[in-house]
């Protein structure tokens, strides 16, 4: 049997003072709603029972305003979906469409706003308007074990008591953190202890934490050139001034940083896999960086992203991990290793700035979410993530090796290839005369969701594009490219 779903309440006041009649008064509030569209076509409204008991009065009144309602073609009546507002509306909410249209035009002028959020991109990039071929951050999620995950799901969910659904630990449960830790020392050499780590819901967050404890507006901070753009987003946001630093294949070129801002108050690097380059960074620069951080007094945030996935060696130990003057912050996330709407990452915060990081966190919000940090806790624990991990590392090589074969076999000037031996996505520089923002709008149109890698830098701009090879089979990918060939090449 379908079930209906059951009507929601609306805002009516009644005046029993008033001169219009109780009737008048609930036909002039759903008359109204409907056409200020606070109440849609299609919506169920409730039953004259239930909406008589709600105001507290007998139900002729509201059979009365009803009858009205559906007389004037404002309400319909469907068999076994009760009543609900008409789908075809009458011709007054064409009028009040217009005024509305008016309206807008009034307000086409200057609002205000704050200068920050003025400074930041605004509407839909085309790049992100698709899920499929060559789109980044997308994962094999049709490879992930959701029946596990499930039943690590529905034994939590069995297990929920009272003290479940209160507010948590602001840094986290500790059981989480704990496992997050071992994590950490293990496979990414990082040098933590539980209580450093702070859970955060993805490394967006983590990131708008640290500049809130570290920078302060007007802080010259070195990024990455190219980089992520969305810390650039993060820092403008937090009003500091940005270095751009070039980056060649060991990653930052720490004395070109040196030259153009020895006193940063920050660096945001992305040393085990750039983006998005993808150059690893090299040991000596490593050091350069640790050096430059102690000498000048500085602080250096790694996120430490795509670092499980590497295909021609072992995966890179942390930059955190050489760093024996609690310089570094360390930011990860679960968003690629597992999959994106679970917004699970974590910060390893230096000790002595714990309790700092701890009253900025709090004023932004009062801590994450308990539950699926528990899920996640038992699947990294029970050993699911290790081989999750182990076999997503043989998919994800096969579809890289299959984009760079097809890309050199199905191309008519193969595309210059960086970056391609970890992570989930390499980058393709395009020959001279060929804009990367032109050929992703004609992508787009092809249903190819191109992400262009000129956005990535602040300063003189390469052309190429940044390819995510994550969500598509090595089966697919010749086609995909065979597609990016009719967008490169229009007839």
Same mark, same amino acid.
């Given at each position: ?11 009516i ?58 007389a ?8 076994g979906?009760?009543t609900?507002?008409?789908? /075809?509306?009458?011709d007054?909410?064409?009028?009040r469409?217009?005024?509305g ?6 307000l ?29 951050g ?11 995950w ?33 994590y ?48 650039r987003d993060?820092?403008?946001m ?32 992305t ?15 490593r ?28 995966p ?6 050489l ?35 701890y ?5 932004m919000?009062?801590?994450?979410? /308990?539950?699926?940090?528990a ?25 890289? /090796? ?11 000037a ?41 956005? /990535? ?10 390819l ?5 089979p ?18």
């Amino acid at each position: 049997m379908k079930r209906v779903a059951s009507a929601i309440l609306p805002i009516i006041a009644l005046d029993r003072k008033a001169l219009a009649t109780l009737h008048r008064q609930i036909y002039d509030a759903y008359r109204t709603g409907i056409v200020d569209q606070r109440l849609r076509p299609g919506q169920r409204v409730p039953s004259t029972r239930m909406l008589a008991a709600e105001l507290g009065i007998s139900r002729m009144p509201v059979l009365h305003a009803y009858a009205q309602l559906l007389a004037e073609g404002y309400f319909e009546s469907r068999v076994g979906a009760g009543t609900l507002v008409c789908s /075809s509306l009458p011709d007054q909410l064409s009028s009040r469409e217009a005024q509305g249209a008016r309206f807008a035009k009034v307000l086409s002028g200057p609002r205000p706003v704050s200068v920050r959020s003025s400074i930041l991109p605004r509407g839909e990039p085309v790049l992100r308007r698709g899920w499929g071929a060559f789109g980044v951050g997308q994962v094999s999620v049709d490879q992930f074990p959701f029946q596990i995950w499930s039943g690590l799901v529905t034994r939590h969910s069995r297990r929920m008591d009272a003290s479940s659904v209160h507010y948590g630990d602001q840094m986290g449960s500790r059981n989480f953190q704990e496992t997050i830790a071992t994590y950490l020392r293990t496979a990414r050499a990082v040098a933590c202890e539980a209580h450093q780590i702070m859970i955060v819901s993805g490394s967006q967050q983590a990131l708008e934490v640290s500049a809130r404890v570290l920078l302060d507006p007007g802080s010259r901070v070195w990024v990455e050139e190219p980089g992520y753009s969305l810390t650039r987003d993060v820092l403008a946001m937090a009003g500091c001034r940005l270095v751009p630093v070039p980056v060649d294949r060991e990653g930052l070129d720490v004395a070109a940083g040196i030259k153009l801002c020895r006193k940063a108050r920050a660096a945001f690097v992305t040393p085990s896999h750039q983006y998005p380059l993808g150059a690893t960074m090299s040991a000596s620069r490593r050091l350069q960086l640790l050096d430059w951080a102690q000498s000048s007094g500085s602080w250096i945030i790694e996120d430490d992203y795509d670092n499980e996935y590497r295909y021609d060696s072992l995966p890179i130990a942390s930059l955190q991990g050489l760093d024996s003057q609690a310089r570094v912050i360390y930011v990860g996330t679960f968003s690629k290793v597992l999959f994106p709407s679970l917004r699970l990452g974590y910060v390893v915060i230096p000790a002595d700035l714990i309790d700092r990081f701890y009253a900025v966190r709090r004023a932004m919000d009062l801590g994450p979410p /308990s539950f699926f940090q528990a899920v996640a806790a038992d699947f990294i624990g029970e050993g699911h993530f290790a081989r999750h991990i182990r076999r997503m590392r043989i998919l994800y090589r096969e579809r890289r /090796s299959a984009l760079v074969e097809s890309i050199r076999s199905e191309l008519d000037a193969p595309l210059e290839i960086l970056g391609a031996q970890a992570g989930m996505h390499l980058a393709a520089l395009l020959p001279p005369g060929i804009s990367d923002q032109e050929t992703t709008e004609r992508a787009a149109r092809l249903k190819l969701w191109l992400w262009p890698l000129s956005p /990535s830098y602040l300063g003189k701009a390469r052309q190429g594009f940044i390819l995510g090879f994550g969500s598509t089979p090595a089966e697919e990918m010749p086609r995909a490219v065979r597609k990016l060939r009719s967008a490169l090449h229009p007839s």
